[in-house]
């Protein structure tokens, strides 16, 4: 049978793909943890780690035991999180991946409510894409994901934190309202692919493939679009709670006429956690922020996110 030791070897080269970061994350010498791996692999009966691909990756009987891993791994921490409050020496560390696009807004405004709140919790927070946020929860490399919705994963649970109107920035078009007509011919400045407001801004836009192609950004940085669209004309689509991070002139921000776009701000975990009351205070904490209180009219168009 593997031990949990192994399991945590597994995880970690998985992690990282080389035998010597994995071993260096693990605290432990090359040699140990190949040897771990070994006698693993011996207990199964079939090899685990493909060796010879780079980077490395699960054979096929190793993707069919991962899901197992992963469960027995998560089991582990949960029995040492109770034997931990049983002694009393339990220290939550709660992991947050959230999206630029609401990172930069959010965390500033509500970071000191949550350490209130939560009071002895260490939170650790970083700021992921939502396809790698989504990898991360999967991975159990963060507890709880803060990105824009609806998903559909029934493999995680999702709670509704708020809604944001968007807005689109064409300092080129007259008026304070816009059509989707108006932007047809005009060049659209969009995130780095794996940003969910990219996607939603080809779906909203109805953009076709040339017109997304002739920018090659890599980030999640929206003062930079701005920056483009003032520099080289065009549009961006800006949600309304980033705007007080901008330096730009308010009335070159329009609603689009009819069909105005709002998205959806979720928090994402895994259905199975020993964390549900830290994530309960943290929802409830984004839910009553005061500041945070758009609600959609019967001419709003939520823009999903297609994973």
Not at 225 to 253: A, F
Not at 266 to 293: A, C, P, W, Y
Request: overall charge neutral; charged content about 25%.
């Amino acid at each position: 049978m593997i031990s949990p030791i192994q399991i945590e070897y597994i995880l970690a080269l998985l992690k990282h793909q080389n035998f010597q970061r994995a071993a260096d994350a693990c605290h432990v010498t090359q040699p140990t943890l190949s040897m771990q791996l070994k006698k693993a692999e011996d207990d199964v009966g079939y090899k685990i780690i493909d060796r010879d691909s780079q980077p490395i990756k699960l054979t096929k009987a190793g993707e069919m035991l991962l899901p197992f891993l992963l469960d027995i791994n998560e089991s582990y921490r949960d029995m040492d999180v109770q034997i931990q409050k049983l002694k009393g020496v339990y220290k939550s560390e709660i992991r947050i991946g959230i999206i630029p696009t609401i990172a930069n807004y959010l965390v500033p405004e509500l970071y000191s409510k949550w350490q209130s709140k939560l009071g002895d919790v260490h939170l650790d927070i970083t700021e992921l894409t939502t396809a790698n946020l989504l990898d991360a929860i999967r991975e159990k490399a963060i507890d709880f994901g803060i990105m824009a919705g609806p998903l559909n994963d029934p493999s995680l649970d999702q709670q509704i934190l708020y809604n944001e109107d968007i807005l689109v920035y064409a300092p080129g078009i007259q008026g304070s309202t816009i059509s989707l007509s108006q932007l047809e011919n005009k060049h659209p400045w969009l995130l780095s692919p794996g940003n969910c407001l990219r996607t939603q801004m080809i779906n909203f836009c109805q953009l076709k493939e040339k017109q997304t192609i002739s920018w090659n950004y890599e980030g999640g940085n929206l003062t930079l679009l701005v920056n483009m669209v003032e520099q080289e004309g065009g549009y961006t689509l800006i949600p309304s709670n980033y705007v007080p991070l901008l330096n730009i002139d308010k009335k070159h921000l329009k609603r689009v006429e009819i069909h105005e776009p709002f998205r959806q701000i979720i928090g994402v975990f895994m259905k199975r956690n020993t964390k549900r009351d830290e994530f309960t205070k943290i929802i409830r904490s984004i839910q009553h922020n005061k500041n945070l209180d758009y609600q959609p009219n019967k001419n709003s168009e939520l823009l999903p996110w297609i994973s």
